[in-house]
């Protein structure tokens, strides 16, 4: 956007200009001017001294090494029916007609000079000083600038200096990307669902913007803040949107570009940084992904260049006076992997979590996509933040985006609501992948092992409601979803809850087997996400009767997928194993009993689906609920 880069980059096709240039230069000029009508020809020493000794000679030319010499016109052998190529050498005394240069080898001939002079044959010396420089360059200086072509651009690749200008011009420069006072346009208004956030932030700005008042009481200013979270909750635009509301200069630089190919250049780079930042203050410096740099040192060796790098962000957040008008803010989402140094009083002490926002949080995020794009009748923004729990707000921007994108594929000029929800599926499950075949047996398995799901669901206490059921194929490999929603955010999900998501999980597969007597390796998904469900009710949340409450595993880095470490003996973890094969046994048991019970509806809906392919969880539920419209089989209960 207005980022303003340190030094402009020169494209590569200016180079191959350049280079082309130089090479026309250099034979352009060497070439010498040809003689159109003058045709060459080799001859050797011998041959010259006899034409010279029997004063055929008319004039000789010495050019590196070289004679050139031309015969007298009487003596000139008749032209040749086919004329040589004429390699254009330098002219000598041209004539009209056609002349032969001869050229010879120069020998080591010290009386030659007094022999030609008494032949009375016009002599010179051509010293050729002009192509000598050139063949010089050729030479010599071509292969170097090659060399060093080829160096940079691989340094330029190997040490990330591209951003910078290169091996010559990156050397010490900080490479932050500067936004000027004013220019930052993006303001809190811009970051939704997260008003603590915001809160804990507006401390600085209010302090960039009247930095009297504090220095009067004699408070000191926090150095720096961490903005803490996981990728996509807009800590980077959270950072610009203070430098916004102060409309003081903004200084971003990631901390990988800190790590170089030089030992001691990413130091370097901070001093350039902050020196920089002081000549701007009051100004904001905004260090992404501060991890790379901010990792805890180690005591063994370790990698010199980052500590060096660090230690020198340490000594510089210590350096400027408390006052200076230099606020630096950091974001990580591997918190606990920082050196406790970063972390002291003085440098960044103030810690801003940055959360993945709540259903309020992901309604207002839409609402500010929302205004950018055009939209058509009604649209109900707190119906896709029910549906997309756990979704960041770059996620849900490019839900709106995936949205605009399909109504301008299909040829409307307005996003729908429609386009919204179908949107939420891509990011979910990937595109529809219509083109795919599948034969009626299949079909009526997706379709049976979908509407099992959806039964279950719904005839268990604490499972939630059924949003949507669809059999379409998607681009991900999902041959069908069933996709439930909350009514309202939950925090907290009890015993109960858990056992029945993991019952859920388990219909799929139970309607395979109940209605098809088969079990097919669609169902691996459903398999993993069960277990990995029955294992943490047993190892982190206390809710299995034998261990109580013994963490086994914890989670290792709360930000980033879902890693655990287990932390027990050999023998616990059999047990574990145990436990949760029986815990996912007795859940499957528990769906095949609600299915068989309610067979007539599992077949009845599994139908409706095969042939219109999607339905509304309002759908379902009414089918569910209607009086029974298929003949009655003998075990079925009517509702
Ligand atoms: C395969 N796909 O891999 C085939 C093509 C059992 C009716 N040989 O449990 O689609 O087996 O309730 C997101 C979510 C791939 C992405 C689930 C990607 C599952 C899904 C494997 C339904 N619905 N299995 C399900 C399914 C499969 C898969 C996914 C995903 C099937 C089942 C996929
Ligand atoms: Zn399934």
């Known amino acids: 956007m207005d980022e303003k880069q340190a030094k402009p980059r020169r494209p590569l096709w200016f180079w191959l200009f350049v ?37 055929k000679v008319q004039e000789v030319e010495l050019k590196s090494g070289t004679l050139y010499y031309t015969l007298k016109e009487a003596a000139q052998p008749a032209p040749t029916a086919a004329p040589q190529l004429n390699f254009g050498f330098r002219t000598l005394a041209g004539s009209g007609r056609k002349t032969t240069v001869y050229t010879v080898t ?28 050139l063949l010089v360059l050729i030479q010599y200086a071509v292969p170097i600038l090659f060399y060093v072509a080829i160096f940079s651009f691989l340094f330029r690749r190997m040490g990330k200096l591209g951003a910078g200008g290169g091996l010559m011009g990156g050397l010490g420069k900080s490479n932050a990307r500067s936004i000027e006072g004013g220019e930052v346009k993006t303001t809190f208004a811009d970051v939704a669902g997260q008003d603590e956030a915001k809160e804990s932030l507006q401390e600085i700005v209010s302090y960039l913007h009247n930095p009297q008042e504090y220095t009067e009481i004699g408070a000191r200013m926090p150095r720096g803040a961490l903005l803490i979270g996981p990728p996509g909750t807009g800590k980077t635009l959270m950072a610009r949107a203070v430098a916004g509301e102060a409309g003081v200069p903004f200084l971003s630089i990631s901390g990988p570009e800190f790590v170089e ?50 230690n020198q962000l340490l000594s510089e957040m210590d350096g400027f006076e408390g006052n200076s008008g230099v606020v630096v803010l950091a974001a990580t989402n591997r918190p606990e992997s920082l050196d406790k140094a970063l972390l002291r009083p003085g440098r960044f002490d103030r810690r801003v979590p940055v959360e993945l926002p709540d259903q309020g949080g992901r309604e207002a995020i839409l609402r500010i996509h929302c205004n950018r794009i055009k939209t058509e009748g009604e649209i109900d923004l707190a119906a896709i933040a ?17 949205a605009a994108l399909c109504a301008v594929r299909s040829g409307r000029h307005a996003v729908t609501q429609k386009d919204l929800e179908d949107s939420v599926d891509v990011a979910l499950a990937g595109k529809q992948r219509k083109s795919m075949v599948i034969s009626q047996r299949e079909k009526e398995i997706i379709a049976y092992h979908e509407v099992g799901h959806a039964l ?21 490999g999902a041959l069908g979803f069933t996709m439930q929603a909350d009514e309202d955010e939950r925090f907290l999900m009890d015993k109960q809850e858990a056992f029945a998501k993991i019952v859920t999980l388990t219909g799929g597969r139970a309607a395979e087997e109940l209605c098809f ?58 047990r574990i194993d145990r436990e949760v094969i029986a815990l996912i046994d007795k859940a499957y048991d528990q769906a095949k009993t609600i299915l068989k019970d309610n067979r007539s509806k599992l077949d009845e809906i599994a139908h409706v689906l095969i042939a219109r392919e999607t339905i509304t969880g309002q759908e379902f539920m009414d089918i569910l609920n209607a009086p029974v419209a298929l003949p009655v089989s003998p075990e079925a209960k009517p509702e």
């Open 19 to 55: 280079g082309l240039g130089v090479v026309v230069l250099i034979f352009g000029l060497g070439a010498p001017r040809a003689l159109s009508n003058a045709s060459e020809e080799e001859v050797t020493y011998d041959v010259f001294l006899t034409a010279l000794e029997e004063g």
């Open 106 to 133: 120069a020998m080591d001939d010290p009386d030659l000079v007094n022999r030609l002079h008494a032949a009375g044959v016009t002599f010179s010396e051509n010293p050729g000083t002009g192509n000598m420089l």
């Open 261 to 310: 190919l030089f030992v001691g250049m990413g130091a370097s780079k901070v001093r350039d940084l902050f020196k920089e930042a002081r000549e701007k203050a009051p100004c904001i410096v905004f260090i992404d992904e501060i991890d790379a740099i901010g990792k805890k040192r180690d005591g063994f060796g370790g990698n010199d260049e980052r500590e060096q790098t660090l």
């Open 386 to 402: 029910r549906i997309t729990p756990g979704a960041s707000g770059a996620d849900l921007a490019n839900v709106i985006n995936e």
């Open 456 to 476: 279950v669901a719904a005839k268990q206490k604490g499972a939630s409601p059924v949003h949507k059921i669809t059999i379409i194929p998607r681009t991900s």
């Open 517 to 574: 007597d088969s079990v097919t390796t669609g169902a691996s998904n459903d398999i993993e996400q069960a277990t990995s469900i029955a294992r943490a009710m047993i190892t982190r949340y206390g809710m299995s009767e034998s261990f109580g409450m013994t963490a086994f595993e914890q989670m290792v880095n709360p930000y980033l997928g879902n890693d655990t470490t287990m932390n027990c003996s050999q023998e616990t973890a059999a």
